[in-house]
């Protein structure tokens, strides 16, 4: 089961180049775009809207890939 998420959060999650962190901004339940990118959330399937620490972008990403860092 998914650790519960909130905005704020600092989070960490796997990437090609290995591990990043950011920050959550938003829990999303319902379908929107992020840079031209459909992104399919819903109440049943919710995503959380990420800002990257390094690069400051932002991305969608399933509860699963996402996972709280420790003391913060």
Do not use: C, F
């Amino acid at each position: 089961m998914a650790e519960k998420l909130k905005k704020g959060d600092q989070v960490e999650w796997e990437t090609p180049q290995g591990k990043t962190e950011g920050t959550v901004k938003n829990k999303l339940t319902s379908p929107t775009k992020i840079k031209n990118h459909e992104v399919k959330a819903s109440k049943e399937n919710p995503e959380y809207l990420v800002e990257s620490g390094k690069s400051g972008d932002e991305a969608a990403h399933k509860p699963g890939s996402l996972k709280k860092t420790r003391g913060k």
